[in-house]
T-cell receptor
Framework: AQSVTQLGSHVSVSEGALVLLRCNYSSSVPPYLFWYVQYPNQGLQLLLK??????LVKGINGFEAEFKKSETSFHLTKPSAHMSDAAEYFCAVSEERGSTLGRLYFGRGTQLTVWP | NAGVTQTPKFRVLKTGQSMTLLCAQD?????MYWYRQDPGMGLRLIHY???????AKGEVPDGYNVSRLKKQNFLLGLESAAPSQTSVYFCASSGRGAEQYFGPGTRLTVT
């Protein structure tokens, strides 16, 4: 089974500052990788998805993530934080390629706070 | 498209009572999932289904049962609710693209 580690359960940044949320996964075969965002009292919404050889993936709301196979990492960044980015962010990894099970394994989440 | 919907949105149960949560999706997805979300624990998979009439256990299946009689619906049942089952429950579905689409959640309190 896969596992996902999100470093830092809480991250605080000032508005306009760089956002960096860290995610590491355990896999010998590059899987599908995802970042989801959850706003208060809502379900999870897909931010971005890695499925190919392109290591830099762009998502919605100005977020992007870089896949680094050698580091088994998939960190999420945004150059300039906005107050509306305050939410909880989840990294997820799928079963290894070729599996038909469709399961995702989620990290424990990182709560992002944006200060004015 | 409504996407993934969940019924009910909120529920309070007494210990020992039973209930069923309904999840419906209109995207013709093969795979459906039930998760629970607890503070600091992320999302934990309860049960999932890879097609109509099939179900499988996830990482925290005890105390729950599921059924997938129709492709678009996935039911989660609690036969005898316990306070430890107080949580927010999310349903999700996915197709060939592996990404999962989530419902808005059901907040369950067991007293």
């Amino acid at each position: 089974a896969q596992s996902v580690t999100q470093l830092g359960s809480h991250v605080s940044v000032s508005e306009g500052a760089l956002v960096l949320l860290r995610c590491n996964y355990s896999s010998s075969v590059p899987p599908y990788l995802f970042w989801y965002v959850q706003y208060p009292n809502q379900g999870l919404q897909l931010l971005l998805k890695y499925t190919s050889a392109a290591t830099l993936v762009k998502g919605i709301n100005g977020f992007e993530a870089e896949f680094k196979k050698s580091e088994t990492s998939f960190h999420l960044t945004k150059p300039s934080a906005h107050m509306s980015d305050a939410a909880e962010y989840f990294c997820a990894v799928s079963e290894e390629r070729g599996s038909t099970l469709g399961r995702l394994y989620f990290g424990r989440g990182t709560q992002l706070t944006v200060w004015p | 498209n409504a996407g993934v919907t969940q019924t009910p949105k909120f529920r309070v149960l007494k210990t020992g009572q039973s209930m069923t949560l309904l999840c419906a999706q209109d995207m013709n997805h093969e795979y459906m999932y039930w998760y629970r979300q607890d503070p600091g624990m992320g999302l934990r998979l309860i049960h999932y289904s890879v097609g109509e009439g099939t179900t499988a256990k996830g990482e925290v299946p005890d105390g729950y049962n599921v059924s997938r009689l129709k492709k678009q619906n996935f039911l989660l049942g609690l036969e005898s609710a316990a306070p430890s089952q107080t949580s927010v429950y999310f349903c999700a579905s996915s197709g060939r693209g592996a990404e999962q689409y989530f419902g808005p959640g059901t907040r369950l309190t067991v007293t």
